[in-house]
C-alpha cells in the first residue's frame, strides 16, 4: 500500500469525536423558535440540537426554518421547536470512525450528524467538516509540519494574531475575533495567541486569547511583544494592517516589530492605496518585504500590490473578508420585535465616520419617501472611538441637522450605539434594502457589505473595489460617488419590482456561501501551515 494510501486509510478511521463541534447549542423541544435562531447566529452555526435530559430527541436546521417556518409563515414567538425539527435523530458513537460518519450521512441523505457519548449530547458534525479536516492534517503532512501520529496534539502548529481587538471598537478588532474564533473552532490549531494594539490611553479587560499587548506610540512595547514572540512555541504571526491602528506616521512603529519577529509573517492588509503619498508607499512596500505572505481582501488589491509597490505576485493571496453565517428570514418576520412593522426598511451599519457617506443616503431619501412615504432608514452604529476622540459628535450632529432641514424626522433613525452580533443581526435580517454609499473610491472592501451579502439583502453601493467585484457578479445593485440621485434611483427600482428585489436577494446570499467564516477560517489554517514547513 502506497504512503499516500496507508495517511488516507489513517484520517478515515480517525475517531469522529477529533472532528466534531464539541458542546453544539442545544435547545429544549417546548423552546420559540426565535430562541433556537438566536443561537444558531450566537454560535455561527446552520443547526442546533433538540435534547430531552441531555439526550438527542431531534435536530434543527437552517432548511427546516426555511421550509417549515420562514416558507409557511409560522410566528418565530409562539411556534415551539417541536412542531418544526427532524426527527428521529441520526446519531453516532463519538469513538466510531470518520469513515462510519461519513457512510452513515449519506445512506441518510443528511448534512449533519449528532456525536453522543453513551447515548448522550457531546458534539456536531458535518461532512464538510469531516474532509476538512482531514484535508488540513494531509496538508500538513505533506508539508512536513506534522511529525508525531496523526492528529496528535503535539504536531499542531500555534499561530500569533497582532491587532486591535474586543471589547476595544474598532472594525479590525471585529474582523479579528471572528477570524480567531473561526479558526479555533476547526481545532487544527494550537490556542490562540493575540497581541492586541491599545490605542493612546486605552485600557481594556481583554479575553484570555490576549497575552500580549501592545501600546500604538509605545515603540518599546513593539520590541518587547517582538522578543516574546520569537521566545514562544508558536510558527506563524498573523498581522492584520490598517492605517491608523499603528503608531507614528502612517503606522511607521509597526516596521521594527516586523524586523525583530523571526517567525514567518503573514500579513493580512485591510487598505491598498492606489495613489498613496511617498511615506506611505515606502511604509506599505517594507511591510510587504517583511512579509512571508501578504493577504488581501479584494482580488483587486493583487493588481495594485503588483502595479503600485512592486509586490511578488508569489507573495500575494487573495482571501476574501469573512462574514456570518446567518439563516435567511424574510424581513416582515423580524419588524414587529424590532418596532418596524408597516415600514419599509433601508440601513447602513458600522461605527460612524465621514467615510461611510451617509450624507448622501439622507439627501437621497427626499425624493424616495415622496413616492413611498413608508421608507424608514436606519443608521446603525455609534461614532467611531477614534473620530470621537478628534472631533466629538461634530459628524452624527451635520447628519441630524441635515435631517431636520430636509424634514425626514420620521424617516431616519439612528442607532447609537455599539450593538452586540445578535442584536445587530436582528436589524440587518429586518432590512429591505441594505446601502453602502462609501465616497471614497480607493477602499479596498467593508466588513458590511459582506455582512449584507451573507444576510441576502438587495444591496445598493458605490463601486469602491470589492463593491465592483460583487457588482459584476450581479450580487448588488451600483450607484454613483457622492450623487444622491443615483442612490434614490436604484432604490426606487428595487422597490418597484419586488421580481427584482428578490433576484439581488438570493444572488447576494449564494454569493456569500464562499465567504462564510468557516470557510475563509480553512484558507488561513492552509496559509499558516504552508508558510511554517
Known amino acids: 500500500m502506497s504512503k499516500f494510501n496507508q495517511y488516507l486509510g489513517g484520517l478515515l478511521n480517525l475517531p469522529v469525536r477529533r472532528n466534531m463541534k464539541e458542546n453544539p447549542p442545544i435547545v429544549s423541544p417546548l423552546e420559540p423558535i426565535s430562541t433556537a435562531m438566536r443561537l444558531m447566529m450566537h454560535e455561527d452555526t446552520g443547526a442546533v440540537v433538540v435534547v430531552v435530559d441531555d439526550r438527542p430527541v431531534g435536530i434543527l436546521t437552517e432548511r427546516d426554518l426555511l421550509q ?118 476547526t481545532h487544527v490549531l494550537r490556542p490562540p495567541l493575540v497581541v492586541a494594539v491599545n490605542d493612546q490611553g486605552g485600557y481594556y479587560d481583554y479575553s484570555i486569547d490576549v497575552r500580549l499587548q501592545i501600546d500604538e506610540d509605545d515603540t518599546e512595547s513593539y520590541a518587547k511583544a517582538a522578543w516574546k514572540i520569537n521566545e514562544s512555541t508558536v510558527k506563524v504571526v498573523n498581522l492584520q494592517h490598517e492605517y491608523g491602528i499603528f503608531g507614528g506616521e502612517w503606522g511607521e512603529h509597526v516596521i521594527p516589530f516586523l524586523e525583530i519577529v523571526k517567525k514567518p509573517i503573514v500579513t493580512t492588509l485591510h487598505t491598498v492605496l492606489e495613489e498613496p503619498g511617498a511615506k506611505a508607499k515606502d511604509i506599505l512596500q517594507r511591510i510587504v518585504e517583511l512579509s512571508n505572505t501578504v493577504i488581501v481582501l479584494a482580488k483587486a488589491g493583487i493588481r495594485i500590490l503588483e502595479e503600485t509597490y512592486g509586490g511578488l505576485a508569489k507573495k500575494i493571496s487573495y482571501i476574501p473578508h469573512g462574514c456570518p453565517n446567518i439563516p435567511y428570514v424574510e424581513t416582515e418576520l423580524l419588524k414587529p420585535n424590532l418596532g418596524l412593522e408597516g415600514r419599509i426598511v433601508l440601513s447602513t451599519f458600522g461605527l460612524l465616520s465621514r467615510g461611510k ?177
Request: charged fraction near 25%; hydrophobic fraction near 35%; proline fraction near 4%.
Open 68 to 185: 417549515r417556518v420562514i416558507n409557511a409563515k409560522r410566528d418565530f414567538e409562539s411556534t415551539p421547536v417541536c412542531d418544526v425539527m427532524s426527527h428521529p435523530p441520526v446519531t453516532i458513537e463519538e469513538e466510531q470512525s470518520v469513515q462510519d460518519a461519513l457512510r452513515n450521512m449519506r445512506e441518510h441523505d443528511i448534512r449533519r450528524l449528532i456525536v453522543t457519548k453513551n447515548g448522550l449530547v457531546t458534539g456536531l458534525t458535518t461532512e464538510r467538516r469531516l474532509l476538512e479536516v482531514a484535508y488540513s492534517d494531509f496538508a500538513s503532512e505533506a508539508y512536513g509540519s506534522l511529525k508525531g501520529p496523526l492528529y496528535d496534539e503535539s504536531s499542531k502548529i500555534g499561530a500569533t494574531y497582532v491587532s486591535t481587538y474586543p471589547p476595544r471598537e474598532c472594525g479590525i478588532a471585529t474582523f479579528t475575533e471572528d477570524l480567531v474564533g473561526a479558526i479555533s473552532r
Open 357 to 533: 457617506g451617509v450624507e448622501y443616503a439622507i439627501e437621497a431619501l427626499q425624493e424616495i419617501v415622496r413616492k413611498e412615504p413608508r421608507v424608514l432608514y436606519l443608521v446603525i452604529g455609534e461614532t467611531h472611538p477614534e473620530v470621537r476622540k478628534r472631533e466629538g459628535e461634530e459628524y452624527r450632529e451635520k447628519l441630524l441637522n441635515l435631517v431636520q432641514s430636509l424634514g425626514l424626522r420620521r424617516n431616519v433613525r439612528f442607532v447609537n450605539r455599539f450593538l452586540a452580533k445578535n442584536e445587530l443581526m436582528r436589524y440587518l435580517q429586518a432590512t429591505d434594502i441594505y446601502i453602502a454609499p462609501y465616497p471614497n473610491r480607493e477602499q479596498i472592501s467593508s466588513g458590511t457589505l459582506v455582512t449584507a451579502l451573507s444576510a441576502g439583502k438587495a444591496i445598493v453601493t458605490t463601486p469602491f473595489h470589492q463593491a465592483k467585484e460583487v457588482i459584476l457578479e450581479g450580487a448588488a445593485m451600483r450607484s454613483e460617488f457622492m450623487n444622491p440621485r443615483s442612490i434614490s434611483n436604484c432604490v426606487m427600482a428595487l422597490l418597484n419590482s419586488e421580481k427584482m428585489k428578490q433576484s439581488f436577494q438570493k444572488r447576494a446570499y449564494d454569493y456569500s456561501r464562499n465567504m462564510i467564516w468557516p470557510n475563509v477560517a480553512m484558507q488561513y489554517v492552509n496559509t499558516f501551515y504552508r508558510i511554517a514547513q
